[in-house]
């Protein structure tokens, strides 16, 4: 059966460029086209949006956002040994699929797109933890990506979406949910890819709000959590001291108990301390 789109299947596509597998790069391919088109539509209503796709590989997220009606995507892809059979998509959705050869990590193209945008990947997990945190605390908010629908680890997905008092709360919630809604919106095995990676996997979808849930210093905020989840089992006024002399005062000010332990605080008792601390 030909795809809507006129491609060959994608196993097709890996034998005919040689795309096995490589396991530095993280690379485990969705290769059922209707669970790509799936993970787009959690994107929500692509027309009308650019979007940004990190790590395409041999493009079957690739296709079902186009295929989804996105305006123009642009992805970035550091095997250049993918290269080829995204130039075949490219040819099929005459100007709407750029493809970028690089890293991530190391070159950001979301000035090159029109707002609205959205951002949508299956990447390494390290890598798009990384992204993601680079993401969340951009200079100014609101950033100019309007959605992020990302793959990741189960574990991961968790940490992101976790409430105050489970053990996945942390950092990336916190960072995740002051600025935006945090969802968890497909589940998938290790079979869904090719080859299994061990763990099962989970998209994550976050909207961007227009404003913090609760006015907060951002550099403060980031530094606050992080030195409260470095130290997790400790004792907030221990954890915490290095930040501030007085810091059981502090503490008490934002309407936290010094013996209190990070995983309990929730985020408004945070963004509290931060904007107590910054006032000195
Ligand atoms: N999106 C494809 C799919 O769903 O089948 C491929 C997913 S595979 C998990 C991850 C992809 O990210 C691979 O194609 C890999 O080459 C690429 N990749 C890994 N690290 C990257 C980086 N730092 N920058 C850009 N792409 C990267």
């Not at 809507?4 to 290769?31: C, Y």
């Not at 629908?149 to 950092?171: D, H, N, W």
Request: hydrophobic share 45%.
């Amino acid at each position: 059966m030909s795809a809507i789109d006129g491609l060959p299947p994608l196993r097709a596509v890996i034998a005919e460029h040689g795309l096995s597998a490589k396991k530095a790069l993280g690379q485990n391919f969705l290769l059922d086209l209707n669970l790509t088109a799936k993970i787009a539509r959690q994107a929500g209503d692509l027309s009308g949006l650019d979007v940004l796709e990190i790590g395409p590989g041999p493009g079957g997220l690739t296709r079902g956002l186009l295929a989804e009606g996105a305006r123009k995507v642009l992805a970035v892809e550091k095997d250049a040994r993918c290269l080829p059979a995204l130039a075949q998509i490219a040819e099929a959705y005459p100007g709407r699929l750029e493809v970028v050869e690089g890293d991530a990590l190391e070159i950001n193209p979301l000035e090159r797109l029109t707002p609205p945008i959205a951002i949508c990947a299956n990447l390494p997990y390290n890598v798009g933890t990384e992204l993601l945190v680079r993401w969340l605390t951009p200079e100014t908010w609101p950033p100019v990506w309007s959605s992020l629908t990302l793959m990741f680890q189960r574990e991961v997905a968790e940490r992101i979406c976790a409430a105050p008092g489970s053990k996945a709360y942390g950092r990336l919630a916190i960072l995740a949910q002051w600025r935006s809604e945090a969802r968890i919106v497909m589940s998938l095995p290790p079979e869904a890819f090719t080859p299994p990676p061990k763990i099962s996997s989970a998209v994550v979808h976050l909207t961007a709000l227009p404003e913090p849930r609760f006015p907060a210093p951002a550099k403060r905020l980031e530094r606050v959590v992080a030195a409260a989840f470095n130290q997790r089992r400790k004792m907030l006024r221990a954890a915490l001291k290095g930040l501030h002399p007085q810091i059981e005062e502090k503490l008490e000010a934002a309407g936290i108990a010094p013996t209190e332990r990070a995983e309990q605080v929730p985020l408004e008792r945070f963004c509290a301390l931060a904007r107590v601390l910054e006032e000195g």
